[in-house]
Structures are given as C-alpha cells and as structure tokens.
C-alpha cells in the first residue's frame, strides 16, 4: 500500500528552464510534506518543507506547491542547473511522532 | 558531509548469515533512525531510537533488530539473510525526538549472494 507516489521515475529539463517533479499521496491526514535530494554514493539531504496549512512555500529557486483537495504536491525549480541533477524523493510526515514516509523517488537530469 | 556516518560502506555475504551495521549520528543529535532501500523502491522506514530508547516501529522484520548505545551510536543486526535483504541501508539522525528533518548518512549498501 504505496501511501506516496512518484509517478515519473525520471525527468530531463534545459538548464535555465523550470523543472517540475510530482507527487501524489494517499492519507489527508498527513500534516507535512518534504522533499529531499539524494546525489549518487550519498544519503538523501533535507531540501524543503510544507505544513499543510499552507499551499506554497518558497526558498530561492525552490517552491513547493500543495494541493490537498488533488492530495498533490509539486516541486518547482527555476531556474534549473546542471548542479540540480540528482534524484528527488517527496515524503510525508505526521504530526506528533512524525514518522516520515517516502515516495519512490525521481531522477532529474538538467542539461547544459 | 550530514556529519552521520556508518560503516561499513560495502558489505557482501552469503544467504543465511548474521550482520551488523553501525551507524554515528551527528554530535548532539539523540534520535537515530534506520531506513532500508531496495532496488526501486522508496526508502522504508525501520526503527526509530531516541536516547537509547526504542521510539517507533515500521517495517522491520523479526529477523531484523536494533539498538542505540549510551554514547549515541547505533547498530543495525541482520539475521538469516535473505536474497530479498540486498538493498541500501541508511541512518538518519535528528536532536528532536521526533523529526521529519533528518540527516542522513552515506549508507551500508549490502549483497546477500
């Protein structure tokens, strides 16, 4: 029972245009939405948050959209680069313990 | 580099045996938490420990256990392996008791031939 979905294994995008990675969830019971980054030979690194109070959250190039009637969340970077390449892993915690739960992930690839 | 480490980074046994993965979490951080990743899948929540204490359960097998230690660390044992057991093993670790930003480390990434 896959309760986070990352439908598309894997996304190239230009660099210097917008990369948008999907996710899909389950529960609406889930208070927070993360996304973290993993590069190769490394652990996955904490990248942005969103409580589900809110429907858009921003940092720098990073925004991260919520859509809880859809149970959606999205990912945006703009402008992509070449360094963004890795793979991106959305997940999904709940209040109190805050067990975190991740989707399958998403390998990005931006282009030069 | 999180500041997480675990050792080792590369283990290959053979079906049935017993191993244990060692993970340090970063200096004052008291909640370490294991994940296990298999080929395509997303990373499965284990154990939780927090200050020595076991805090919370996912999908752990009987055959899998765990332990936090009075300096922090923290050991992952793997029983009876199984074909199935080969995946990446990650550590985490947070100073809350419970947090869903967590620092992970490189992982232990075992073969069970």
């Known amino acids: 029972d896959q309760q986070v979905k990352q439908n598309s294994p894997s996304l190239s995008v230009q660099e210097g245009r917008i990369s948008i990675l999907n996710c899909d969830y389950t529960?609406?019971?889930?208070?927070?939405f993360l996304w973290y980054k993993k590069y190769p030979a490394e652990g996955p690194t904490f990248l942005i948050s969103i409580s589900s109070i809110k429907d858009k959250n921003e940092d720098g190039r990073f925004t991260v959209f919520l859509n809880k009637s859809a149970k959606h969340l999205s990912l945006h970077i703009v402008p992509s680069q070449p360094g963004d390449s890795a793979v991106y892993f959305c997940a999904v915690a709940s209040g109190g313990y805050q067990k975190v739960t991740f989707g399958t992930g998403t390998k990005l690839q931006v282009i030069p | 580099d999180s500041g997480v480490t675990q050792t080792p980074k590369h283990l290959i046994t053979a079906t049935g045996q017993r191993v244990t993965l060692r993970c340090s979490p970063r200096s004052g951080d008291l909640s370490v938490y294991w994940y296990q990743q298999s080929l395509d899948q997303g990373l499965q929540f284990l154990i939780q420990?927090?200050?020595?204490?076991?805090?919370a359960k996912g999908n752990i097998l009987e055959r899998f256990s765990a332990q936090q230690f009075p300096d922090l660390h923290s050991e992952l044992n793997l029983s009876s392996l199984e074909l199935g057991d080969s995946a990446l093993y990650f550590c985490?670790?947070?100073?809350?008791?419970?947090?869903?930003?967590?620092?992970f480390g490189p992982g232990t990434r075992l073969t069970v031939t």
């Open positions: 985490a670790s947070s100073v809350a008791r419970s947090s869903y930003e967590q620092y």
């Open positions: 420990y927090y200050n020595g204490e076991e805090r």
């Open positions: 529960n609406s019971m889930f208070d927070y």
